[in-house]
């Protein structure tokens, strides 16, 4: 079984991971607060007739509430979690110096808390089925490595970085994390909401990372012998950098 902890609008990298985890003959339960989106991958995986299921699930990240009641729900209808994806990822354009209150908060509580609830849920969930196979992936961002001379993303940069600390603090509970920089998604589309043009520049300046090109990580990681006990393995996956060739 498997939980993808979902962005709040699904697309992109999280519709890509959970293509191919379908792909692969899993059981992918995928989350966001609109779930439209999911209902539509699922009716196509359905339709190509790939060997296991992709079942939406309505959650807001944002909220604890629905992170614990959505666990609740995956543990009693599938017998609990193996396999727990964290791609939220929030982003407003606001600068250290003028930015809003509120929309520092909602970064904060997708991007970091929503990521730690996820990853305790899953944990206690694995340590309660005694799952000792398990595995907790993020997917993080080369922002959380690096700091961008761009001030709009400054506030959202301290949080990756926040998310690569906790990734580091958990790397011996097997947790694994893959940070792509630029990937072809709709992420600049909704931090540069008020202009498009700006957005669409971003992915024609240079040849961007795609989003199969992380799902096809997050299936290595998984692959690796290093993942599996039973093999005599020399290491460990611990973090996954990605940037586009130029």
């Not at 909220?63 to 609990?80: K, P």
């Not at 990372?209 to 393995?233: F, N, R």
């Amino acid at each position: 079984m498997w939980s993808v902890a979902e962005k709040r609008s699904f697309g992109g990298i999280g519709a890509a991971v959970a293509r191919a985890l379908v792909q692969q003959g899993l059981k992918v339960v995928s989350w966001a607060r609109p779930v439209s989106n999911i209902e539509e991958l699922a009716a196509k995986c359905k339709s190509i007739g790939y060997p296991r299921t992709l079942i939406p699930h309505r959650c807001d990240l944002s909220s604890e509430e629905d992170i614990l009641s959505t666990f609740l729900a995956v543990c009693s209808q599938h017998s609990g979690v193996d396999i727990c994806i964290n791609n939220a990822g929030l982003a407003w354009p606001d600068t250290l110096l003028s930015g809003n209150t509120s929309s520092w908060k909602d970064m904060f509580n997708v991007n970091m808390l929503a990521l730690s609830i996820c990853t305790r849920e899953a944990y206690q969930s694995m340590k309660e089925w005694k799952v000792d196979d398990g595995h907790i992936i993020n997917i993080n961002s080369m922002s959380g490595h690096q700091v961008s001379p761009h001030s709009v993303i400054h506030f959202y940069s301290a949080t990756k970085y926040a998310i690569t600390t906790l990734t580091e603090g958990l790397r011996q509970e097997l947790q694994e994390c893959i940070s792509p920089e630029v990937a072809e998604t709709q992420f600049s589309f909704k931090l540069h909401n008020k202009d498009p043009e700006k957005a669409a520049a971003i992915y024609e300046c240079i040849k961007c990372l795609k989003p199969e090109d992380v799902a096809e990580a997050v299936i290595y990681v998984l692959k690796h012998p290093s993942t599996c006990p039973e093999e005599d393995s020399r290491e460990q996956i611990g973090d996954i950098q990605m940037r586009p060739t130029e």
